[in-house]
């Protein structure tokens, strides 16, 4: 069964607003990974934050976690129309294996 | 570097025939891993490997064979193909995990996938 589950499952907004990605997991991680995907295109790694971080920034990309909840967050500020895509949570375990969610459907108006 | 290169992009077969979908990376990395993208499914993990001659199964092995015999190559091989395989492929390769923890580790990078269409 698949670790990450992203909520909401789609999500419509303004541009130059921020869009915010929830993700629960069930059990132990190393790390959790959060990508990003055009339509029709492969996987584009994003940020990766580690089990013993809390916060982690990257442009304009802020990713928690809270390893007590089992959950993880990704916010895009100041978002813009090439922000659309498809955007996955992923949880990378003990055991190698990497694990998505279904995804977050962000779609950015101009 | 080309990363992952994934070959064919697109490939329609009958039922009952089989193929190979071939998987290659030029960064030196240990770990290999084969996904497939269904519709409001994510991606689902079907084989992966820790290095070269080793492999074990992900989520939805059944139907799907592969081997490493170089770090460089994990190719997938559909035996007698289903419409249920009916999907997108995507190949990933990265570091282990042993050999991230000390470095900086960029995550995994993903091939641009095969269509595959089972009739």
């Known amino acids: 069964s698949q670790q990450g589950e992203e909520d909401p499952q789609a999500l419509s907004i303004q541009e130059g607003e921020n869009a915010t990605m929830n993700c629960s997991y069930k059990t132990s991680i190393n790390n959790l990974q959060w990508y990003r995907q055009n339509s029709g295109r492969g996987l584009v790694h994003l940020i990766l934050?580690?089990?013993?971080?809390r916060e982690k920034h990257s442009g304009r990309l802020r990713v928690t976690l809270d390893t007590s909840k089992k959950s993880s967050s990704l916010l895009i500020t100041a978002s813009r129309a090439a922000d659309t895509a498809s955007y996955f949570c992923a949880v990378d375990g003990s055991n190698y294996k990497l694990t998505f969610g279904k995804g977050t459907l962000l779609t950015v108006n101009p | 570097n080309a990363g992952v290169t994934q070959t064919p992009k697109f490939q329609v077969l009958k039922t009952g025939q089989s193929m190979t979908l071939q998987c290659a990376q030029d960064m030196n990395h240990e770990y290999m891993s084969w996904y497939r993208q269904d519709p409001g499914m994510g991606l689902r993990l079907i084989h992966y490997?820790?290095?070269?001659?080793?492999?074990d199964q992900g989520e939805v092995p059944n139907g799907y064979n592969v081997s490493r015999s170089t770090t460089e190559d994990f190719p997938l091989r559909l035996l007698s193909a289903a419409p249920s395989q009916t999907s997108v492929y995507f190949c990933a390769s990265s570091y282990s995990q042993g050999t991230y923890m000390g470095a900086l580790f960029r995550g995994y990078t993903f091939g641009s996938g095969t269509r595959l269409t089972v009739v």
């Open positions: 934050i580690r089990s013993n971080e």
């Open positions: 490997s820790v290095g070269a001659g080793i492999t």
